[in-house]
Structures are given as C-alpha cells and as structure tokens.
C-alpha cells in the first residue's frame, strides 16, 4: 500500500515532468544557426576570390570610447576575420567634429578598396547620427540605415536590409515558421530594427525583398497594455525590440505561437549578484506556451552580424560587377 | 381610441427617424476642406511672392494617351492656376523611350524655373516606374514618390510626403479625429498610399513628420477575411485603398469609428444605366455606425490635389531659400 502510493505519486510526478517537456517551445538557436552561415558566407567568399575579386574589405569607425561600442565592432572584425572578409577599424576621439567625420566617410566612400563602411552608433552628441548614416554612400551602407536604402526596403527594391530584421528573417524561415496571411506583432518602433521587421513582414514576397505577406501589427510605447497584450494574444509570430525587462509574458502569448526576442537588457543576477543579458520576453514563463521561442543571449544576437557579413559580401559583389572589377 | 393609436404610431415612426438621424456619420467634406486649403494655399503664395520670391512652377509629364491621366493632370493645372501657382503640361507620345523620358526628367531636375515636378502615373510598359520616381530630383519630388522622399518618410525626417496620406492626415486633424494611442488600420499596402499612410499613423508625433502614434495594422489581399473583419471591428480608424466595391461593410464598423475611403471604382448605377464612382466602403449601411465618413466622391480625392498643391508650395520655398533666390 505505502509502495503502490509512493509508485503512483512518482508516475503522476513523470507524467507532469513529461506534460511540461512537451509543451516546451522548440529553442531557436540563432548562435548554431548563424555559425552554419558563415560557414557558406565563407565558402561563397572563396569561390568569388577564386575568380580573380578583390578580397572584401569592411572599415568600422568608431567615434569616442563607449566601451560597449568597442566590443561590437571587435566582435564585428573578428567574425570579419574567421570568414575571410578584411577588415579594420578606425577609431576617433570623442572631440571628432561632425565635419572631420564626414571628411573620412567620404574618403572611404570613394576609395575602391573599401566594400563596406559602418559607422558604430551612437555617435557623440554633437555628431548628428542620421548626417552621418546618410552620408555613408548607399552601395557602401552595409547596415542598410542609409534613407536611400530604407526607401528602396520600403519600396521591395534590391538593396541592402539592417542586419537584424534580415536575421530574424532568416530564423523564420530557417524553422519554416508560415508568414503568408498570418497574423504578426511587432513590439517597438525603432527605425533600425522595428519598422524595416515590419516592412518585411507584411510586404509582398513577389518582389526583391521576398517579403513575408503576414498581416502585421505596429504597437509601440503609446499603445495601451491591454491592447498590446490582444494583439499578441492573436499573433501568431511575435517580434519585440524594446528593451523592457519582462514585457512580453506567458498570459500575452497564443499557443505555438514564434516569439523572436530582440531586446538585450543588462540585469543583475540576484541569486549570483552578477550581471547578466536577459531580453524583453519572460523567457521561462513564456517558453511553455510558445512554439518557438529565442534566447537572449544567443537568439537574433548572433544573427545581426552573420547579416552584417552577408551585406558587406553581398555589397561587394555589386560594386565588383558594376565596376566590372572581376 | 383610432386617433389615439395613429397619433402614438406617428410619434414612434418620428422617434425612430430621429434616432436613425443621430446615428449618422458626420460626413468628411473633403471638396470643401481643400477649397479652404487652396485659398490658404493662395494668400501664402501671393505673401511669398510679394517678398520677391519667384512664382512657383510645376511642370507635369503625361506619356501616352490615358484618357483618366490627362483628365487628373488638368484638374491639377486648374488647381495650380486657382492658387496662383505657375504650371505647364508637357505631353510625349506613347512611342517616348525611357531615356528619353529620362533626359527630360534630368532637364527639368536642372532647370532653376522648375519647382516641381510630377510624372503621371502610369507610364507606358516598357518604361520602369520606378526608374523615373527616382529619377525626379527628390527636392523637386512633390510626389513624394522618389526612394529618397519615401526614407526620409520612414525615418520622421521632413521631406516629400506623398499628397493622398498628407490629405487623409490634413482630414483627420480638420475633425480633431484622436489617433495618439488609438488603434488605426490600413487596408492595402500599396506603396503611394497605403504604407506612407501606415507610417504616418503609427511614427512618433514629436518628430519633423507630425505623426499620429497610433497602433497601426496593416491588412492587404492576403489577410484572410475573418481577420479583416477582426481588426477593422476594433479600430478606431480605418483607411481603405484597395479598390474594391463592398470590401467595408457596416458589421465590420466599431459604432464611432472614424472610416476614410480611398478607393476609386467606377461601376454601373443599375438605376440609372450610367457609370458612377465609388469608394471601397459600403457607404449607405456604413454611416449608420461610423462616427466619421469620407464620401466617394468628394471625401479624399480633393484633398490629394490640394496636398499636391501644399508639396509645391514647399518645395518651391524650400529650394528658393536653398538658393538663397529670395
């Protein structure tokens, strides 16, 4: 009798543990899966080379010593490195004037050996930052935030697409995640991130961008909580790049819905009392009504700089045959 | 007892007709909105001038013989000349080349006497459109449909902003119609309405653009209907440009909403055996909910000309001042 109550409790105890294993949202690993890109960016960059290109160069410039700042591009020039594209970085005093900026970028934008500029935000104060992204040449613009190529986005032309909602792209499509009719939630309005997410999410997939045909959501700072929570509860894919702690919750979520989080929060740990990275989303609530869901770190993190890769080659690639380089 | 009975059935047939009257959609007088624009738009330019500015000259192309693009293209001359502004029409034939379409555009963008300048859409086939939109200098774009203006759009900043969305924003302002966290949607996501007007009302209010900071969903062709009707159903403003008759019925309305019809379609009145415009919206049925309503005719179309108009204006300024002309 106590045997069999202890044997039973300890089925009913597997069962539940089984119940929750399955219903765990499938992890989107955007740190393997980015690391299989630039695997091939790599192998694509050698064959290129093989037919007598240049080698693709990327120049970073950094104005000033944010320390954060400098561990990106560091990041940046080594992923650069491991799949062959050359690299450096210029850095700049923070007293750099607006015009000796412009100075270099032109500079950059008319010499022949530079494939790829990107300018690392923010800038300081007295540096206006969108002077300086347009300033950078559109075919040169591998962060895709000059207004030329944030138009063509805009417009399905080709051109080159910011990195972030590129990879997001890519992990969709990487797990077949449906776009086409479904309903999709972008969380934030940012110019570099939310809005081109949401240009690509609702355009058409006929055209250059081969956008994704979901019908999409814009919700933002001033939209109310219980609104924004009815959207999500209909979406069925979820972007959110706010960089608000815990903003996205379980209550918020459709089951099996994709939930891409691209925030990056920096919080202290209270049971190591060490700092960690968590995103917008609760990702232990959430992750057990999700279908799929991203980690922070090491969802779309990863994946902004293989795209970064993928512009600066693919930018490259155009200048080579418009100047029938090679 | 007779008496009686039909004097209570008059009161309660009265009672209804009043009640039916006091749900009715105040109607957007579009045509007289932008008659008060023009007469605005006219004392500015004559104080311009009165400065010893130059008159401000727009130039409009026509190729081919498109019986409605010669028809819009003379109501916005006669617009142009009601407002003073100076205006040519220059014709080319069906057979026109697309550099020679082109080397026109290049002309006109050079030419100090131009303000601006409007290529009529839609150019023959074997043109590229969007090779011409961005062939129009983007200060002269008063469109609004070059690459450049349709950034500058996405990213607040002030440029071109293209004349029906501006006119269907002029219109909301005109009712004090609230869109400051309010839920808006878009149907359609054609490139010269549908996504600016999306991005006007979901962007930041504090920025160069004046945006609505509404949460905004975008729906087109590939939202299946029960999610179109969901969405319009919990919208507090609705923009239609598809063009398709019936699309908006009155069960998809909130009661209130404020419902704006952009479409354009011409169809046969069974009555009468003549053709007649219509918009997108069931309008009979819908203003019986909506708060606000655009007729077809006269709702948005006016205000599209007088936002023309309005783009002129300040681009003309904008490039005298520039100059420095006066």
Same mark, same amino acid.
């Given at each position: 009798?106590?045997?069999?109550? &202890?044997?039973? %409790? ?22 393997? &899966?980015?690391?299989?890109?630039r ?5 694509? /960059? ?6 007598g ?10 104005v ?6 400098? @561990? ?12 062959? &594209?050359?690299?450096e970085?210029?850095?700049? !005093?923070a ?5 000796? %900026? /412009?100075? =270099?970028?032109?500079d950059?934008?008319?010499? !022949?050996?530079?494939?790829g500029? +990107?300018?690392? /935000? ?7 930052e ?24 805009? +417009?399905?032309m ?12 890519? %992990? ?8 086409? $009719? ?12 939310? =809005?081109?997410?949401a ?6 997939? @006929? ?14 700072r001033?939209?109310? !909580?219980?609104? %924004? ?6 979406? *069925? ?7 608000k ?6 209550d ?13 929060n ?12 968590v $995103?917008?989303?609760d990702? *232990? ?6 279908g799929? &869901? ?13 795209? +970064?890769?993928?512009?600066?080659? @693919? ?12």
């Open positions: 009798m106590w045997r069999r109550s &202890i044997g039973s %409790l300890m089925v009913s105890i597997s069962r539940t543990y089984a119940a929750k294993e399955s219903n765990m949202a499938q992890l989107i690993d955007g740190k393997s &899966i980015s690391q299989e890109i695997k091939q960016l790599s192998q694509e /960059l050698k064959e290129l080379v093989a037919t290109c240049p080698v693709p160069h990327l120049t970073a410039v950094i000033g010593d944010d320390e954060a700042s400098k @561990k990106y591009v560091a990041n940046k020039m080594v992923a650069c490195q491991e799949v062959g &594209i050359s690299s970085t210029k850095r700049l !005093p007293s750099t004037t607006q015009e000796e %900026l /412009l100075q =270099l970028i032109d950059l934008n008319k010499d !022949p050996l530079v494939s500029i +990107l300018v690392q /935000l923010p800038v300081p104060d007295h540096i206006n969108r002077t300086i992204c347009n300033a950078v040449h559109v075919e040169k613009d591998v962060d895709g935030f000059n207004e030329q190529n944030v138009g063509r986005l805009a +417009l399905d080709d051109g080159i697409i910011p990195a972030t909602p590129l990879g997001v792209k890519r %992990l969709l499509e990487h797990f077949n995640i449906e776009t086409f $009719g479904r309903n999709a939630v972008v969380v934030g309005r940012s110019k570099n991130v939310s =809005l081109p997410m240009i690509l999410l609702s355009s058409d997939g @006929k055209y250059a961008t081969k956008a994704m045909d979901a019908t999409v959501t814009i919700c933002h001033h939209t109310p !909580p219980k609104e %924004l929570a009815r959207y999500c509860r209909n979406a *069925d894919i979820i972007v959110v790049a706010v960089g702690v815990g903003l996205i919750t379980k918020m979520i459709k089951p099996g819905a994709c939930v891409i989080d691209v925030g990056i920096r919080i202290k740990d209270e049971k190591t009392g060490t700092f960690k990275l $995103g917008d989303v990702f *232990d609530e959430v992750r057990q009504v999700a799929h &869901i991203t980690p922070v770190p090491g969802g779309v993190g990863p994946m902004t700089v293989a795209m +970064l890769l993928h512009n600066t080659l @693919k930018a490259a690639r155009k200048q080579f045959s418009d100047r029938k380089t090679c």
